[in-house]
């Protein structure tokens, strides 16, 4: 069983909609929990990093993380064709301070106009 | 503009021939890291490396080697012995301990071998 879960789509919603994107984990000890954004053919960019618990809010994204269900979430408000790409998830432990992200497989988001 | 640099961009090779890789930053961060994305996978740790001359291996380390000579570099190379070269490789880089879950990655390169 792989130790982050995340669901590859493909999920495709009309411009405006919100997009719901979320990871499971296994392992309690992450602490650390990102976001990142692909467009095909790129690189990821980070688009949010959350530590523990909590919401954490920028523009149109919000991050939750949940962690006595193990459980991350990613909302995209008012979506734009140009929020079109691969979103990956990632986390890491505290004590592994030299950064070994483990990544989720990643979600591929289409937005229609 | 700061930034981490790949080249090239896509790259063909035959098999049996080893192939290098490279990967440059100019963010001045301490860290650096090689991953491989395949399809469905998501990104697998290759080797990451926290400061010069120094690199540990990562989960699927068999096949690579690294070297970290200069604190900007950090070239990958993928050897006759890895099984299944062909995929996307991305480099990243951190200011390591306590901002090391911020990575940021190069634009990757994509490695075909016949």
């Known amino acids: 069983q792989k130790e982050v879960e995340q669901d590859p789509g493909p999920l495709s919603v009309p411009e405006g909609a919100i997009v719901s994107l979320n990871c499971t984990y296994s392992?309690?000890?992450?602490?650390?929990f990102m976001w990142y954004r692909q467009y095909s053919r790129k690189g990821p960019e980070l688009l949010m990093y959350?530590?523990?618990?909590g919401n954490k809010e920028d523009g149109r994204f919000t991050a939750q993380v949940d962690k006595s269900s193990k459980y991350i979430s990613l909302f995209i408000r008012d979506s734009q064709p140009s929020d079109s790409a691969t979103y990956l998830c990632?986390?890491?432990?505290?004590?592994?301070?030299?950064?070994?992200?483990?990544f989720g497989a990643g979600t591929q988001v289409v937005v229609t106009p | 503009d700061g930034g981490i640099t790949q080249s090239p961009k896509y790259l063909f090779r035959k098999e049996g021939q080893n192939v290098t890789l490279s990967c440059e930053q100019n963010?001045?961060?301490?860290?650096m890291y090689w991953y491989r994305q395949d399809p469905g996978q998501g990104l697998r740790l290759i080797y990451y490396?926290?400061?010069?001359?120094?690199?540990q291996k990562g989960d699927i380390a068999e096949g690579y080697s690294v070297s970290r000579e200069k604190k900007e570099s950090f070239p990958l190379t993928v050897t006759s012995a890895q099984k299944n070269p062909t995929a996307f490789y991305l480099c990243?880089?951190?200011?390591?301990?306590?901002?090391?879950?911020?990575?940021?990655f190069g634009p990757g390169t994509r490695l075909t071998v016949t």
């Open positions: 963010l001045n961060h301490d860290a």
């Open positions: 990632a986390m890491t432990y505290p004590t592994d301070s030299w950064g070994k992200l483990q």
């Open positions: 490396s926290q400061i010069v001359n120094d690199f």
């Open positions: 990243a880089s951190s200011y390591g301990q306590g901002r090391s879950y911020e990575q940021y």
């Open positions: 959350t530590y523990s618990s």
């Open positions: 392992n309690s000890a992450f602490q650390y």
